[in-house]
């Protein structure tokens, strides 16, 4: 079964600096996907970032990038210039790539991250 | 626009009065997935379907239970709910090549 898991209960970083978001991932799987995922308070789930595990080239979104180490099987995310809006708890989750019933969204325990102004 | 629409946000039912929570989708995806989810806790995924193919989590209660009439909607039924179910319930929806899930808005379930 895979498991992901982040070992950061919580962080904080100050606006306009940079953060770094971890995440481990167990999986016997060669083929899947990665996600980052934003959660603000009391408001919807949204995608921050994905990755596939077959690209070699780390995602990148605007602010937001990965560091993605398919050995090591880590996948952390980077949060330059922070701003108060990135003010939520961040789920690191992993999906199998075989599609059909197989395609389950696993989660990790998240992450609250604090942006002080 | 919405795309994935769960009805009501909040929801209070009495111990023991069967509940159902609703979602509906304009993506047309294929994959619908129910996530309990506590209070500062992950998402815990309860089951999911792939078109009419139903895939039950081996530790979900037996209390909870699902029906997807069409692509469109998809319901989760709480025959008794307890205490502890109180709880945000989230529908998400996929597609068949495993883009990213889309979640709704959640459904806030409260049990008195």
């Known amino acids: 079964a895979q498991t992901v898991t982040q070992s950061q209960p919580e962080m904080s970083v100050q606006e306009a600096e940079t953060v770094t978001l971890s995440c481990t991932y167990d999986?016997?799987?060669?083929?899947?996907?990665l996600f980052w995922y934003k959660q603000p308070p009391s408001r919807q789930m949204i995608l921050v970032i994905r990755?596939?595990?077959?690209?070699?080239q780390n995602a990148t979104e605007n602010r937001f990038s990965v560091n993605f180490q398919k050995a090591a099987k880590s996948f952390s995310l980077k949060i330059s210039d922070s701003q108060l809006g990135d003010t939520a708890m961040y789920f690191c989750?992993?999906?199998?790539?075989?599609?059909?019933?197989?395609?389950?969204?696993?989660f990790g325990k998240g992450t609250k991250l604090s942006v002080k102004p | 626009d919405a795309m994935v629409i769960q009805n009501p946000r909040y929801q209070v039912t009495q111990f023991g009065k069967p509940v159902t929570l609703s979602c509906s989708q304009t993506?047309?995806?294929?994959?619908m997935y129910w996530y309990q989810q506590k209070s500062s806790q992950a998402p815990k995924l309860l089951f999911h379907?792939?078109?009419?193919?139903?895939?039950n989590e081996a530790d979900t209660p037996d209390n909870f239970q699902s029906r997807r009439p069409n692509t469109s909607f998809c319901f989760l039924d709480i025959r008794s709910p307890g205490l502890g179910d109180a709880a945000m319930y989230l529908c998400?929806?996929?597609?068949?090549?495993?883009?990213?899930?889309?979640f709704g808005q959640g459904t806030r379930l409260t049990v008195v």
């Open positions: 989750a992993f999906m199998n790539g075989y599609g059909g019933s197989q395609g389950n969204l696993i």
């Open positions: 999986t016997s799987e060669s083929n899947y996907y």
């Open positions: 990755q596939e595990a077959y690209k070699q």
């Open positions: 993506l047309n995806h294929n994959v």
């Open positions: 379907y792939y078109d009419k193919d139903f895939n």
């Open positions: 998400a929806t996929g597609g068949s090549k495993n883009t990213e899930a889309f």
